[in-house]
């Protein structure tokens, strides 16, 4: 075969020297970079917005234009720094080499204004509080200033974006549709929204009304605006703080959001949101320990919906990652997935307020109406008292419930403070033995072996790993002589060994036992047993939830009773009186 000649090129020619580029070729490799998109225009206005302590933001698009304009109230410019503002590595955050590691801005570089001048053209208005009035400069490509004149408005800042990558014809044409961009936009305002709950934001599009969110205190009052069919009421949050290993003074820990899961999920895990020091960030090891810790409390192929907020030392973070900052090196992150997945485990664990009232009638008539179809997993052995009132270290909660009836053999009715509720007993069973079994993991030793017949290299491999050791008991015959507690009277156990042998881990197996274990539904139990089973199940962790994701407990409250009864109507003639 012939040599594939090799044709000159200046690539290939050892002629050509190696020199550095010019600043102008450099500064359009990092603007290209940088803003690669209308969304990422506007994200970079706005986080400058916030650097500035804005308290309110407008964000106005026309995007067949190629227009963008971001007006905050914030700490305004005077003439001398807008001046500099486009000039490229010009910025107030960070002076030296050690400001790099204790930043705590969302800029730093000085870099976005001038990307910004670069792909399209800039205008800035700016007005500080003690000024009579303000200033617009236009800005060339470079990011020197052309024009200077005064303007009156109101303190803050306007920057406006026109021709937007006009300079740049190839990536204009290769931008998706508009509807798409929006969506690209409307992600970021939400993402910044909710890492700064308090700021007021307003959009427009096209001169009208397009996005508007409220403040709130913390990000639980965002959610329901941006997520339909979610109730402020479906939402837990919490706070916990860590000690810092800075000498910095900054309140470190993480902030946390979940929808109870009883009562919210999602098709894709689109709403699993990390956000460190008030950045929405992709960090997978993060967002992988958070659907770890939401594990057998959601039904399958369904994923949370989770906002996590960590606030870190600026030491402990680094930023220089990728050029927009999406993702960053965090010290110590194996510690904070672990705090993380224990800060939702917590939440996961408080008792929460009753379902929407519009909810109620619909939830009623489905749970009644669905009839669990007989399974192959026998009553418990013993559901006696006490069988079921075995201590467990667990703290206690409030709401204590008293049982009332059985329902069809399957539902236990209840009475609480402030109205009713009705619980599955199955799954209510199933979830405190799966938390006792991870609790207390114990084999016992079996008084005459179970001998199966036909096992697998990977069935083998499953019980080794289980700890069931099984031994060899003739041609293609093991005898298992111990396995876990819960199995250890039952009739159908070599059913329930084969079952444990397809697979899974120790995790897997309890969650297997638990169901094989809990007491049927159909099963008849007498008041004192009901009371047993409800005070252990509210005494687990996640008593929402069972091990396969099914809403455990069904809550009527007072105050939706006494709305469907029409008690709050006015007693007139019609009654005699």
Avoid at 21 to 34: D, K, N, T
Avoid at 258 to 285: F, M, Q, S, Y
Avoid at 334 to 348: F, G, K, M, N, P
Avoid at 366 to 380: D, F, N, R, S
Wanted: net charge negative; with cysteine.
């Amino acid at each position: 075969m012939a040599p594939i000649p090799v044709v000159d090129s200046p690539h290939t020619d050892p002629s050509r020297p190696i020199q550095p580029l010019p600043g102008e070729v450099v500064h359009s490799i990092a603007a290209g970079e940088v803003i690669d998109s209308l969304a990422a225009a506007v994200r970079e206005l706005v986080e400058n917005a916030l650097d500035a302590g804005a308290t309110h933001i407008t964000v106005a698009l026309w995007p067949e234009q190629g227009r963008v304009q971001v007006a905050d109230n914030g700490i305004a410019m005077g003439l001398d720094n807008l001046h500099q503002a486009a000039i490229p590595h010009s910025t107030s955050k960070i002076r030296t080499q050690a400001d790099l590691w204790q930043v705590q801005s969302l800029g730093f570089r000085g870099e976005a204004l001038h990307s910004l001048a670069q792909v399209s053209q800039l205008e800035i208005c700016s007005r500080p509080s003690g000024n009579e009035s303000g200033w617009r400069v236009t800005y060339s490509a470079q990011g020197e200033p052309l024009a200077t004149t005064p303007v009156a408005m109101a303190p803050g800042s306007v920057v406006t974006l026109t021709n937007l990558f006009d300079r740049w014809p190839a990536r204009r044409q290769r931008l998706p549709a508009i509807p798409r961009q929006l969506t690209q936009v409307q992600r970021v305002i939400h993402h910044c929204a909710l890492a700064h709950p308090t700021i007021t934001w307003t959009a427009q599009l096209n001169d009208r009304p397009w996005l508007a969110l409220t403040p709130s205190p913390t990000a639980r009052g965002l959610v329901p605006q941006m997520v339909r069919a979610i109730a402020e009421v479906d939402l837990h949050e919490g706070w916990q703080a860590v000690p810092s290993t800075s000498d910095i003074d900054l309140a470190t820990g993480v902030y946390g959001l979940i929808g109870l899961p009883d009562r919210c999920h999602r098709p894709r895990p689109d709403w699993v949101k990390v956000a460190v020091n008030g950045r929405l960030v992709t960090v997978p090891e993060l967002e992988q320990g958070i659907l770890q810790a939401f594990r057998h409390t959601l039904p399958r192929h369904r994923y949370p919906l989770a906002f996590v907020h960590l606030t870190a030392a600026p030491s402990d973070i680094d930023w220089n990652r990728r050029p927009d900052k999406s993702t960053l090196y965090l010290h110590q992150l194996d510690r904070w997935v672990t705090l993380c997945q224990s800060h939702i485990e917590a939440l996961l664990g408080q008792q929460g307020s009753s379902l929407p009232d519009a909810n109620q009638q619909q939830r009623v008539t489905q749970l009644l109406k669905t009839a669990e179809p007989g399974g192959a997993y026998g009553p418990a052995d013993d559901l006696s008292a006490s069988s079921l009132s075995d201590t467990l270290p667990y703290r206690d909660r409030p709401g204590r419930l008293r049982a009332i009836a059985q329902v069809h053999d399957r539902y236990i009715l209840a009475e609480q403070t402030d109205g009713l509720c009705l619980i599955e007993q199955h799954i209510a069973h199933e979830r405190v033995l799966y938390e006792r079994l991870q609790d207390r993991w114990r084999l016992v030793p079996l008084t005459t072996p179970v001998v199966l017949e036909g096992l697998t290299e990977k069935q083998l491999e499953q019980f080794q790993r289980l700890e069931l050791a099984p031994e060899e008991f003739g041609p293609n015959r093991w005898a298992i002589r111990q396995v876990p507690a819960p199995l250890g009277d039952r009739d159908d156990l070599p059913d329930a060994l084969l079952e444990l042998s397809l697979g899974g881990n120790l995790d897997t197996a309890q969650v297997a036992i638990a169901c094989r274990t809990a007491i049927r539904n159909g099963t008849p139990m007498d008041v004192s047993t009901m009371q047993t089973l409800l005070d252990d199940w509210q005494q687990t962790r996640q008593p929402r939830t069972c091990p396969h994701g099914r809403p455990i407990c069904l809550t009527l409250s007072e105050t939706s009773l006494a709305r469907f009864f029409r008690r709050s109507w006015v007693v007139g003639k019609s009654h005699g009186i």
